[in-house]
């Protein structure tokens, strides 16, 4: 089956500064891979997706890579704000079936 | 925007009971749903996929006798943990995918266990 490896598992930023997420997936199948912001206690929340056929996507501060060849993606947040510490679970799937989620990186961004 | 209800949100059992969540998806028909399982400051761990009208299919060392899935309608699932012990204590979600065309899935709200 797939095996997703996340890294880093905790992350400090000063408040503005950059985060980068990076994730590895091991089943070439995979075509599909969608990031979550996960606040404590409460469900994941979709905040980026990305599909095999396109290298790079952004939305506003977030931005997703994705390089098939090496089996790897990235999660990019820029100008980081308070409200963007929880922790977020990067996940590869095949056309939207289950998902195989990473181990998870705890983002604190400091005011 | 899709929404799927999740609940109890939160229940305290003794060991040896059963407990039943509930997973409807409200303004969408959902023929797969998806139950996980997230152990404190760990990843979401698929545990089965519910198929409507049809047997769920386990992940790899997940107990079907103990995790018992039904999925009698298309916008109904539940999990029903059979003979609770304190190491079934755990948060549980569900989620669905809305549509064929957009991969997303639509999380619910979670069910945290506690077995005592």
């Known amino acids: 089956g797939e095996n997703v490896e996340q890294h880093p598992s905790t992350l400090s930023v000063q408040e503005g500064d950059s985060a980068v997420i990076k994730c590895t997936y091991s089943?070439?199948?995979?075509?599909?891979f969608p990031w979550y912001k996960q606040e404590l206690g409460k469900r994941p929340q979709l905040i980026i997706d990305?599909?095999?056929?396109?290298g790079e996507k952004k939305d506003q501060r977030i931005a997703v890579t994705l390089n098939k060849t090496a089996k790897h993606f990235s999660l990019h947040i820029t100008e980081t704000q308070p409200e963007d510490s929880a922790v977020y679970f990067c996940?590869?799937?095949?056309?939207?079936?289950?998902?195989?989620f990473g181990t998870g990186t705890s983002l604190t961004v400091i005011p | 925007g899709a929404v799927v209800s999740q609940h109890p949100s939160w229940v305290i059992c003794k060991s040896g009971t059963s407990v039943k969540i509930e997973c409807r998806s409200l303004?969408?028909?959902?023929?797969?749903m998806f139950w996980y399982r997230q152990f404190p400051k760990q990843s979401l761990m698929l545990m089965a996929t519910?198929?409507?009208?049809?047997?769920?299919?386990?992940e790899q060392g997940v107990e079907k006798d103990k995790f018992l899935i039904n999925h009698a309608s298309l916008t109904l699932s539940t999990l029903t943990v059979t003979s609770a012990h304190p190491e079934d204590s755990s948060f549980y979600i569900c989620?669905?995918?809305?549509?064929?065309?957009?991969?997303?899935?639509?999380f619910g709200s979670g069910t945290r266990l506690t077995v005592v």
């Open positions: 989620s669905a995918r809305p549509g064929q065309a957009d991969y997303g899935y639509t």
């Open positions: 089943d070439s199948a995979s075509n599909y």
């Open positions: 990305i599909r095999s056929n396109v």
């Open positions: 996940a590869a799937s095949r056309s939207g079936n289950q998902f195989y």
């Open positions: 303004d969408f028909q959902a023929t797969t």
């Open positions: 519910s198929n409507e009208g049809s047997k769920a299919t386990y």
